[in-house]
Structures are given as structure tokens and as C-alpha cells.
Nanobody
Framework: VTLEESGGGSVQPGESLRLSCKGY????????IGWFRQAPGKEREFVAS??????AYADSVKGRFTISRDSGENVVYLQMNRLIPDDTAVYYC?????????WGQGTQVTVSS
């Protein structure tokens, strides 16, 4: 499956962003899709995932981020509210667990005052 992220940007603390992950391939709608992020100098970490109607979140984003999917459009969204500076990272989508060959360019999210 091929995945393409978009929607990043620079925002102030407390603001919101919505990331999009467009999937190409017949298996996308049935796949467990995850959002991951990598901050400078840190390991890439799990953020959220969705398979059918089942979702999972990292503790650090619970209550602030919401993952959803539009199966008709083959898109998985990550709605990020009440952003904080620690959310600054490059965000990636991939299958969950991730496939090494499916990492894309990611989309940069910067939260700063």
C-alpha cells in the first residue's frame, strides 16, 4: 500500500491541525493504519491507529487527538487539538505495525509560540 501524508504546518500552543493520510491500493480500507511521529533527536513513536471502528492512542495524545477514516475516499485523518510544543515532530502514516517500505516523506508539525 502507498501512503501520502499532508496537512502539517506551524501553529501556536492550543491551536489545532488536521492531518490527512491518502492511501492507494486495494487493501487500504481493510488495513490497520497508524500515525507515527519523530521529533528531532528522538526515536519514531506511535501516535494513533485505526482498524475498522477500533482506535488506539498513545497516552500522550489521548483526549486531544482523534483518528478517523473516510473509507470512500481512502483517507485516514488525525485531528489534533490543544497542540503543545512536545507535539512538534514529523508525522507519518503507515500500516500498523509499520512496513519499512511504506514510510513516506511525512508532514512537519511545529508548535511554537
Amino acid at each position: 500500500v502507498t501512503l501520502e501524508e499532508s496537512g502539517g504546518g506551524s501553529v501556536q500552543p492550543g491551536e489545532s491541525l488536521r492531518l490527512s493520510c491518502k492511501g492507494y491500493g486495494r487493501t487500504f480500507s481493510a488495513s490497520d493504519i497508524g500515525w507515527f511521529r519523530q521529533a528531532p533527536g528522538k526515536e519514531r513513536e506511535f501516535v494513533a491507529s485505526i482498524k475498522w471502528i477500533h482506535t488506539a492512542y498513545a497516552d500522550s495524545v489521548k483526549g486531544r487527538f482523534t483518528i478517523s477514516r473516510d473509507s470512500g475516499e481512502n483517507v485516514v485523518y488525525l485531528q489534533m487539538n490543544r497542540l503543545i510544543p512536545d507535539d512538534t515532530a514529523v508525522y507519518y502514516c503507515n500500516t500498523n505495525p509499520p512496513l519499512e517500505d511504506s514510510w513516506g516523506q511525512g508532514t512537519q508539525v511545529t508548535v511554537s509560540s
